[in-house]
Protein backbone atom coordinates (compact mmCIF):
# COMPACT_ATOMS: atom_id res chain seq x y z
CA UNK A 1 0.00 0.00 0.00
CA UNK A 2 1.46 3.51 -1.24
CA UNK A 3 0.30 6.54 1.31
CA UNK A 4 -0.23 9.73 -0.14
CA UNK A 5 1.36 10.53 3.39
CA UNK A 6 2.13 8.40 6.31
CA UNK A 7 3.63 9.95 9.92
CA UNK A 8 5.37 7.15 12.04
CA UNK A 9 6.18 7.22 15.76
CA UNK A 10 6.32 11.11 15.39
CA UNK A 11 7.48 12.68 18.80
CA UNK A 12 7.54 16.67 19.67
CA UNK A 13 8.07 18.14 23.14
CA UNK A 14 8.07 22.15 23.96
CA UNK A 15 10.47 22.57 27.10
CA UNK A 16 8.17 20.38 29.64
CA UNK A 17 5.25 20.53 27.60
CA UNK A 18 4.72 16.47 25.18
CA UNK A 19 3.03 17.99 22.46
CA UNK A 20 3.38 14.37 20.26
CA UNK A 21 3.92 11.54 22.29
CA UNK A 22 4.61 8.72 19.17
CA UNK A 23 2.02 9.54 16.56
CA UNK A 24 1.38 7.41 13.21
CA UNK A 25 -1.13 9.22 10.78
CA UNK A 26 -1.52 7.91 7.15
CA UNK A 27 -3.89 8.27 4.10
CA UNK A 28 -4.26 6.91 0.95
CA UNK A 29 -4.41 8.49 -1.91
CA UNK A 30 -7.61 11.02 -2.62
CA UNK A 31 -8.44 10.22 0.20
CA UNK A 32 -9.11 12.51 3.57
CA UNK A 33 -7.62 11.59 6.63
CA UNK A 34 -9.66 13.13 9.51
CA UNK A 35 -7.67 14.24 12.44
CA UNK A 36 -9.61 14.73 15.68
CA UNK A 37 -9.07 15.35 18.98
CA UNK A 38 -9.88 18.30 21.48
CA UNK A 39 -7.87 22.05 22.02
CA UNK A 40 -4.61 21.04 22.78
CA UNK A 41 -4.65 17.49 21.59
CA UNK A 42 -1.28 17.95 19.06
CA UNK A 43 -3.56 18.16 16.26
CA UNK A 44 -1.59 21.19 14.42
CA UNK A 45 2.18 20.12 16.04
CA UNK A 46 1.21 16.85 13.89
CA UNK A 47 0.49 19.44 10.60
CA UNK A 48 3.12 21.39 10.94
CA UNK A 49 5.35 18.56 10.77
CA UNK A 50 3.70 17.25 7.88
CA UNK A 51 4.15 20.76 6.57
CA UNK A 52 7.81 20.86 7.17
CA UNK A 53 7.31 23.87 9.44
CA UNK A 54 8.66 21.55 11.99
CA UNK A 55 11.04 18.98 13.05
CA UNK A 56 10.06 16.17 15.04
CA UNK A 57 12.50 14.91 17.75
CA UNK A 58 11.76 11.79 16.60
CA UNK A 59 9.39 9.25 14.66
CA UNK A 60 9.50 9.72 10.81
CA UNK A 61 7.06 11.68 8.19
CA UNK A 62 6.97 10.90 4.23
CA UNK A 63 4.58 12.80 2.01
CA UNK A 64 4.11 11.92 -1.59
CA UNK A 65 7.48 9.59 -1.09
CA UNK A 66 9.44 12.64 0.49
CA UNK A 67 10.78 12.43 4.03
CA UNK A 68 10.01 15.73 5.54
CA UNK A 69 13.22 16.17 7.03
CA UNK A 70 15.51 15.25 4.09
CA UNK A 71 13.50 16.89 1.44
CA UNK A 72 11.39 19.88 2.66
CA UNK A 73 11.49 21.72 -0.40
CA UNK A 74 9.64 18.54 -2.11
CA UNK A 75 7.75 18.28 0.21
CA UNK A 76 6.33 22.16 -0.06
CA UNK A 77 5.91 21.99 -3.45
CA UNK A 78 3.16 19.29 -3.61
CA UNK A 79 1.39 20.10 -0.73
CA UNK A 80 -1.10 23.34 0.58
CA UNK A 81 -1.52 24.55 3.63
CA UNK A 82 -4.39 26.35 5.52
CA UNK A 83 -5.69 27.34 8.90
CA UNK A 84 -4.69 28.48 12.45
CA UNK A 85 -2.00 29.81 10.42
CA UNK A 86 -2.86 30.92 6.82
CA UNK A 87 -0.15 33.93 5.24
CA UNK A 88 -3.16 35.84 3.57
CA UNK A 89 -2.40 39.64 4.08
CA UNK A 90 -5.27 41.08 5.67
CA UNK A 91 -4.31 44.79 3.60
CA UNK A 92 -4.30 43.32 0.50
CA UNK A 93 -7.24 42.24 -2.02
CA UNK A 94 -8.41 38.70 -2.08
CA UNK A 95 -6.93 39.14 -5.56
CA UNK A 96 -3.48 40.22 -5.01
CA UNK A 97 -3.08 37.51 -2.18
CA UNK A 98 -4.21 34.44 -4.58
CA UNK A 99 -1.42 36.62 -7.13
CA UNK A 100 1.15 37.19 -4.68
CA UNK A 101 1.15 33.27 -3.55
CA UNK A 102 0.73 32.31 -7.29
CA UNK A 103 4.18 34.52 -7.92
CA UNK A 104 5.89 33.02 -4.80
CA UNK A 105 5.24 29.57 -6.45
CA UNK A 106 6.99 30.66 -9.37
CA UNK A 107 3.73 31.12 -11.79
CA UNK A 108 4.71 33.35 -14.37
CA UNK A 109 1.84 36.92 -13.24
CA UNK A 110 0.12 36.25 -15.99
CA UNK A 111 -0.81 32.41 -15.27
CA UNK A 112 -1.24 33.67 -11.69
CA UNK A 113 -3.59 36.01 -12.48
CA UNK A 114 -5.28 33.78 -14.34
CA UNK A 115 -5.33 30.84 -11.66
CA UNK A 116 -6.32 33.40 -8.69
CA UNK A 117 -9.99 34.38 -10.80
CA UNK A 118 -10.19 30.69 -10.99
CA UNK A 119 -10.16 30.37 -7.81
CA UNK A 120 -12.05 33.03 -6.98
CA UNK A 121 -14.72 32.11 -9.35
CA UNK A 122 -14.66 28.44 -7.32
CA UNK A 123 -15.20 29.92 -4.11
CA UNK A 124 -17.62 32.41 -5.01
CA UNK A 125 -15.48 35.11 -3.85
CA UNK A 126 -15.39 37.00 -7.36
CA UNK A 127 -17.34 39.65 -6.05
CA UNK A 128 -15.24 40.42 -3.02
CA UNK A 129 -11.78 39.79 -4.97
CA UNK A 130 -11.07 43.49 -5.38
CA UNK A 131 -11.86 44.03 -1.73
CA UNK A 132 -8.98 44.34 0.76
CA UNK A 133 -9.33 41.01 2.86
CA UNK A 134 -9.65 43.37 6.42
CA UNK A 135 -13.14 43.59 5.13
CA UNK A 136 -14.15 39.35 4.45
CA UNK A 137 -16.81 37.86 6.65
CA UNK A 138 -15.18 35.09 8.83
CA UNK A 139 -16.75 32.72 6.31
CA UNK A 140 -15.33 34.31 3.16
CA UNK A 141 -12.19 34.40 5.12
CA UNK A 142 -12.20 30.63 5.37
CA UNK A 143 -12.87 30.47 1.98
CA UNK A 144 -10.13 32.67 0.41
CA UNK A 145 -7.61 30.60 2.88
CA UNK A 146 -8.77 27.53 1.21
CA UNK A 147 -8.38 28.57 -1.94
CA UNK A 148 -4.77 30.24 -1.08
CA UNK A 149 -3.94 26.78 -0.12
CA UNK A 150 -4.84 25.47 -3.72
CA UNK A 151 -3.09 28.37 -5.67
CA UNK A 152 -0.25 25.58 -6.51
CA UNK A 153 -2.57 22.91 -7.65
CA UNK A 154 -0.95 20.69 -4.43
CA UNK A 155 -1.71 16.62 -4.23
CA UNK A 156 -1.79 17.05 -0.48
CA UNK A 157 -3.46 19.92 1.44
CA UNK A 158 -3.61 19.69 5.41
CA UNK A 159 -6.89 21.84 6.46
CA UNK A 160 -6.32 23.16 10.27
CA UNK A 161 -9.83 23.31 11.75
CA UNK A 162 -11.05 24.95 8.33
CA UNK A 163 -14.30 25.93 10.08
CA UNK A 164 -13.65 26.43 13.28
CA UNK A 165 -16.01 29.51 14.66
CA UNK A 166 -17.88 29.28 11.84
CA UNK A 167 -21.89 29.10 11.87
CA UNK A 168 -23.43 26.07 10.40
CA UNK A 169 -24.40 26.58 7.11
CA UNK A 170 -20.81 28.04 6.18
CA UNK A 171 -19.46 25.43 7.44
CA UNK A 172 -21.30 23.12 4.88
CA UNK A 173 -19.97 25.56 2.11
CA UNK A 174 -16.24 24.50 3.26
CA UNK A 175 -17.49 21.18 3.47
CA UNK A 176 -18.75 21.38 -0.12
CA UNK A 177 -15.44 22.95 -1.09
CA UNK A 178 -13.21 20.56 0.65
CA UNK A 179 -15.43 17.56 -1.37
CA UNK A 180 -15.03 19.32 -4.41
CA UNK A 181 -11.36 19.27 -4.45
CA UNK A 182 -11.17 15.54 -3.06
CA UNK A 183 -13.21 14.42 -6.27
CA UNK A 184 -10.57 15.95 -8.24
CA UNK A 185 -8.28 13.17 -6.40
CA UNK A 186 -6.89 15.52 -3.56
CA UNK A 187 -5.89 14.24 -0.39
CA UNK A 188 -6.52 15.91 2.56
CA UNK A 189 -5.24 15.71 5.84
CA UNK A 190 -8.32 17.62 7.70
CA UNK A 191 -8.09 18.58 12.04
CA UNK A 192 -11.10 18.82 13.55
CA UNK A 193 -12.83 19.67 17.06
CA UNK A 194 -16.19 18.53 15.43
CA UNK A 195 -17.09 15.18 15.14
CA UNK A 196 -20.24 15.94 12.83
CA UNK A 197 -17.42 16.99 10.37
CA UNK A 198 -14.75 14.49 10.82
CA UNK A 199 -17.60 11.82 10.17
CA UNK A 200 -18.89 13.91 7.19
CA UNK A 201 -15.73 14.01 5.23
CA UNK A 202 -13.56 11.78 6.36
CA UNK A 203 -12.81 8.44 4.94
CA UNK A 204 -10.45 7.31 8.16
CA UNK A 205 -10.10 8.98 11.51
CA UNK A 206 -7.34 9.06 14.20
CA UNK A 207 -8.59 10.14 17.35
CA UNK A 208 -6.00 11.67 19.03
CA UNK A 209 -5.79 12.92 22.42
CA UNK A 210 -2.93 14.00 24.95
CA UNK A 211 -0.27 13.74 21.65
CA UNK A 212 -1.61 9.90 21.60
CA UNK A 213 -3.82 8.60 18.88
CA UNK A 214 -6.56 6.70 21.22
CA UNK A 215 -8.51 5.26 18.06
CA UNK A 216 -8.31 4.96 14.37
CA UNK A 217 -10.66 3.76 12.08
CA UNK A 218 -13.79 4.86 9.57
CA UNK A 219 -16.68 6.64 10.85
CA UNK A 220 -18.73 3.28 11.02
CA UNK A 221 -16.06 1.47 13.02
CA UNK A 222 -14.91 3.75 15.21
CA UNK A 223 -18.87 4.08 16.03
CA UNK A 224 -18.97 0.01 16.90
CA UNK A 225 -16.44 1.31 19.69
CA UNK A 226 -19.37 2.13 21.84
CA UNK A 227 -20.43 -1.54 21.64
CA UNK A 228 -22.89 -2.10 18.84
CA UNK A 229 -26.14 -0.33 17.49
CA UNK A 230 -29.08 1.30 19.22
CA UNK A 231 -32.71 0.47 18.55
CA UNK A 232 -34.92 3.89 19.58
CA UNK A 233 -39.05 3.21 20.08
CA UNK A 234 -41.19 6.14 20.44
CA UNK A 235 -44.57 4.57 21.31
CA UNK A 236 -47.71 6.54 19.21
CA UNK A 237 -49.35 6.33 23.43
CA UNK A 238 -47.18 7.52 26.04
CA UNK A 239 -48.49 5.64 27.72
CA UNK A 240 -47.19 2.11 26.46
CA UNK A 241 -44.23 3.29 27.36
CA UNK A 242 -43.87 0.81 30.30
CA UNK A 243 -44.80 -1.86 28.08
CA UNK A 244 -42.16 -1.02 25.50
CA UNK A 245 -39.90 -0.76 28.22
CA UNK A 246 -40.35 -3.89 29.38
CA UNK A 247 -39.92 -5.68 25.62
CA UNK A 248 -36.78 -4.18 24.53
CA UNK A 249 -35.59 -5.12 27.46
CA UNK A 250 -36.31 -8.29 28.18
CA UNK A 251 -35.45 -8.98 24.24
CA UNK A 252 -31.57 -7.07 24.36
CA UNK A 253 -31.19 -8.03 28.06
CA UNK A 254 -29.37 -3.94 28.20
CA UNK A 255 -30.58 -0.74 29.78
CA UNK A 256 -32.97 0.92 28.76
CA UNK A 257 -32.60 4.68 28.57
CA UNK A 258 -35.35 7.16 28.20
CA UNK A 259 -33.97 9.71 25.93
CA UNK A 260 -36.94 12.56 26.11
CA UNK A 261 -39.77 13.03 23.75
CA UNK A 262 -40.92 9.67 24.61
CA UNK A 263 -38.51 7.84 23.03
CA UNK A 264 -36.80 4.64 24.21
CA UNK A 265 -33.55 3.54 23.21
CA UNK A 266 -31.55 0.08 23.73
CA UNK A 267 -28.04 -1.10 23.24
CA UNK A 268 -28.10 -4.42 21.05
CA UNK A 269 -25.13 -6.27 19.81
CA UNK A 270 -26.83 -7.65 16.45
CA UNK A 271 -29.48 -5.46 14.83
CA UNK A 272 -31.52 -8.54 13.66
CA UNK A 273 -33.26 -8.60 16.90
CA UNK A 274 -35.20 -5.47 15.53
CA UNK A 275 -37.20 -7.88 13.76
CA UNK A 276 -38.06 -9.53 17.18
CA UNK A 277 -39.02 -5.97 18.63
CA UNK A 278 -41.34 -5.25 15.66
CA UNK A 279 -43.40 -8.55 16.33
CA UNK A 280 -43.18 -8.26 20.21
CA UNK A 281 -44.42 -4.43 19.70
CA UNK A 282 -47.38 -5.67 17.40
CA UNK A 283 -48.96 -8.73 19.49
CA UNK A 284 -48.80 -6.46 22.36
CA UNK A 285 -51.22 -4.45 19.99
CA UNK A 286 -48.50 -1.07 20.67
CA UNK A 287 -48.66 1.42 17.62
CA UNK A 288 -45.20 3.08 17.26
CA UNK A 289 -44.50 6.39 15.66
CA UNK A 290 -40.60 6.08 15.36
CA UNK A 291 -38.84 2.96 15.58
CA UNK A 292 -35.03 2.95 14.58
CA UNK A 293 -31.81 0.95 14.40
CA UNK A 294 -28.74 3.14 14.27
CA UNK A 295 -24.82 3.60 15.26
CA UNK A 296 -23.86 5.61 18.25
CA UNK A 297 -23.01 9.22 17.21
CA UNK A 298 -19.44 10.20 16.84
CA UNK A 299 -20.15 12.60 20.03
CA UNK A 300 -20.68 9.12 21.75
CA UNK A 301 -17.55 7.52 20.37
CA UNK A 302 -15.15 10.64 22.19
CA UNK A 303 -16.76 10.29 25.34
CA UNK A 304 -16.25 6.77 25.41
CA UNK A 305 -13.09 6.73 24.54
CA UNK A 306 -11.89 10.23 26.30
CA UNK A 307 -13.39 9.12 29.39
CA UNK A 308 -11.01 6.07 29.70
CA UNK A 309 -13.63 3.11 29.88
CA UNK A 310 -13.62 2.13 26.44
CA UNK A 311 -11.21 -0.88 27.21
CA UNK A 312 -13.56 -3.32 27.22
CA UNK A 313 -15.42 -2.10 24.01
CA UNK A 314 -12.69 -1.14 21.76
CA UNK A 315 -12.70 -2.86 18.43
CA UNK A 316 -10.42 -0.73 16.91
CA UNK A 317 -7.66 0.03 19.30
CA UNK A 318 -4.72 1.11 17.87
N1 LIG B 1 5.38 26.57 19.95
C1 LIG B 1 4.95 26.00 21.09
N2 LIG B 1 5.56 26.24 22.27
C2 LIG B 1 5.16 25.66 23.40
N3 LIG B 1 4.12 24.80 23.50
C3 LIG B 1 3.47 24.53 22.37
C4 LIG B 1 3.83 25.10 21.09
N4 LIG B 1 3.00 24.63 20.16
C5 LIG B 1 2.13 23.80 20.79
N5 LIG B 1 2.42 23.73 22.12
C6 LIG B 1 1.71 22.90 23.10
O1 LIG B 1 1.62 21.59 22.59
C7 LIG B 1 0.36 21.01 22.85
C8 LIG B 1 -0.32 20.64 21.55
O2 LIG B 1 -0.63 21.83 20.86
P1 LIG B 1 -1.32 21.85 19.42
O3 LIG B 1 -0.57 20.94 18.53
O4 LIG B 1 -1.41 23.27 19.01
O5 LIG B 1 -2.75 21.24 19.74
P2 LIG B 1 -4.12 21.36 18.92
O6 LIG B 1 -3.79 21.88 17.55
O7 LIG B 1 -4.67 19.96 18.89
O8 LIG B 1 -5.00 22.28 19.69
C9 LIG B 1 -0.39 22.03 23.68
O9 LIG B 1 -0.21 21.72 25.04
C10 LIG B 1 0.28 23.33 23.31
O10 LIG B 1 0.16 24.25 24.35
MG1 LIG C 1 -4.55 23.51 16.55
Known amino acids: ?156 VYLDEPTTGLDPAKREDVWNMVRAQVREGTTVLLTTQYLEEADALADEISVIDHGKVIAHGTPAQLKHIVGGQTISVRPADPAHLETVSTILAKISGGQVESRGRGVLSVPVDDGRVLGTVVRRLEEAGIDVIELSLHLPSLDEVFFTLTRGTAATHQEVPV
Open 1 to 156: MSFAFQATGLVKRFGRTTALAGVDLAAEPGTVLGVLGPNGAGKTTAVRILATLLRPDAGTAVVGGYDVVKHPAAVRRISGLTGQFASVDEDLTGTENLVLIGQLLDLRRRDAKARAAQLLADFDLSEAGDRPVKTYSGGMRRRLDLAASLVGRPAI
